[in-house]
């Protein structure tokens, strides 16, 4: 029992620093011009290979970049890095997710000039992230059409503290015999109302549709006193 | 800095008291001559249709049962119980992995007589459990075809603290191209010479391989002067 109290205590104490960093960064943000769109979701769900056709895609007319977080491994830097955008991995050790001072220290002395939209994709994890505010405008959970449809009932945390949520690997849909229309009911039970995007970065099935949708809320979030290049 | 002192040092508490408890669970299991195996991957892998499989097929002959665990709902435990065999569900709540003492107290009382074999799904996560010895036997590491062939390398701990490697969804390999060689070849970067077992629960491959790795492995592991029933 005594343990079980110190550990809550202790954590709290880190989830309530974080809200002060998180809330310092988004004020920072906000005051650059810059909307930040963080990815969270299970190891394997296709993160990276949906942001490389993102940022790919948005290249060409704003100017992005991506901070990715991961325990061990660049790979994903060095995917991303393929569609030109600036990318800076953080590596994360043995902790299960990203946190606002890990963001800050990645962007000192790093950030773009004049930078547009920010992407941060976070360690793959269904839990640890949730608790975790890194200062973003936008959070998208990723869910892919292999894991089956009940993920928002199972974790539901983190799709409470999601903005929006992404079906990856469409172009596998027929092949699992996934069911749209339950995984579309077990997140809006979860979160009712959700935006839910699907997508397929082997296709670009969804993509434009999901690269309007981020245009359209990067423009209404900017500040009306600044023209940022979205 | 101190914050970051203090987390450590409550973590390592957890731990320790956790390591307390998975070594009296060992005694016991192996007192009472049940074979322990404990399932990790991520969320969406297929570990409760693999287990689902494994338990049907066991279930004709050895007394098999199963603990699962999971943040929020019951479903695996339904799943798992269209197999007949006993099966009790472990809510974690918000914690993403489980603890010794959690299968302690979710057997108290329950653990069926005569028991061969006990698996012990842990909540879909590659960076938590790895930390909580569970007293188990046997500890494998599933990860799919459609995950991506560098997920040993992105999280090494938990496939370092796996006795057995098996890949699930195999009938989905052409479609995605799983580069099998390639998931060996950072499967056993990681831990070299691992087992590695491919399978589809769907299809069937390799689930009778599986078994007969299962049952050798449970055989050498019984002590000699208890005949288990495997």
Chains 1, 2 share one sequence.
Not at 71 to 80: C, P
Not at 108 to 122: K, R, S
Request: proline fraction near 4%; aromatic fraction near 4%.
């Amino acid at each position: 029992m005594i343990r079980q109290t110190r550990l809550v205590e202790v954590r709290q104490k880190v989830l309530k620093q974080n809200d002060v960093v998180a809330r310092e960064l988004r004020g920072q943000f906000r005051e650059a011009g810059v909307f930040v769109v963080s990815l969270v979701s299970s190891p394997g769900t296709g993160k990276t290979a949906f942001l490389e056709r993102v940022l790919t895609t948005l290249q060409t007319r704003h100017r992005v970049a991506a901070l990715v977080g991961d325990l061990a491994t660049d790979n994903d830097a060095r995917r991303l890095a393929r569609s030109n955008a600036p990318v800076k991995q953080i590596i994360t050790g043995t902790v299960c997710h990203l946190e606002a001072e890990m963001v800050r220290s990645a962007l000192a002395g790093w950030m773009p000039e004049g930078l547009d939209i920010l992407f941060i994709e976070n360690v793959g994890n269904l839990v640890c992230p949730a608790s975790y505010d890194l200062g973003e405008a936008l959070r998208l959970v990723l869910m892919s059409v292999t894991e089956g449809e009940d993920k928002p009932l199972k974790y539901p945390t983190i799709f409470n503290t999601a903005d929006v949520a992404v079906i990856t690997k469409m172009d596998l849909a027929a092949a699992v015999e996934f069911d749209s229309a339950a995984a579309h009911r077990n997140i809006h039970a979860v979160r009712p109302g959700m935006t839910v995007l699907p997508v397929s970065a082997k296709t670009g099935q969804g993509v434009d549709e999901f690269i309007a949708f981020l245009e359209s809320r990067a423009r209404e979030s900017a500040p009306s006193e600044k023209a940022i290049g979205v």
